[in-house]
């Protein structure tokens, strides 16, 4: 007797395309000027750093999408995208 194959699934694209889907917060490192403003608006994205330069050191949460606009919007220099 043949053995039944097992059945095929499609393979699952949601996580792929909820990947695509995620936000990248990037801080342009020619641009920023150190300022902190991003750091005081939100100290659990940003960081500046021992280089006067602000780093990013937790990626976009859609919960905090009002903070983080507002530190884009803050910034000075325009060194803040989410893209
Ligand atoms: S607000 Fe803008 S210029 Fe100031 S530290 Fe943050 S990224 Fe740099």
Redesign the pocket.
């Known amino acids: 007797m043949p053995k039944k194959d097992k059945p095929h699934f499609a393979q699952a694209t949601r996580g792929a395309d909820a990947k695509m889907a995620k936000k990248k917060i990037v ?1 342009d490192a020619d641009t ?8 005081g608006i939100a100290p659990e994205y ?1 960081k ?1 750093g021992d280089d006067g330069i ?1 780093e990013v050191i937790k990626q976009y949460d859609e919960k905090d999408k009002d903070i983080i606009e507002d530190a884009v919007d ?4 325009q ?2 995208t989410v893209k």
């Open positions: 801080v920023c000027i150190g300022c902190g403003t991003c750091e940003f500046v602000s803050s910034c000075p220099s060194a803040i």
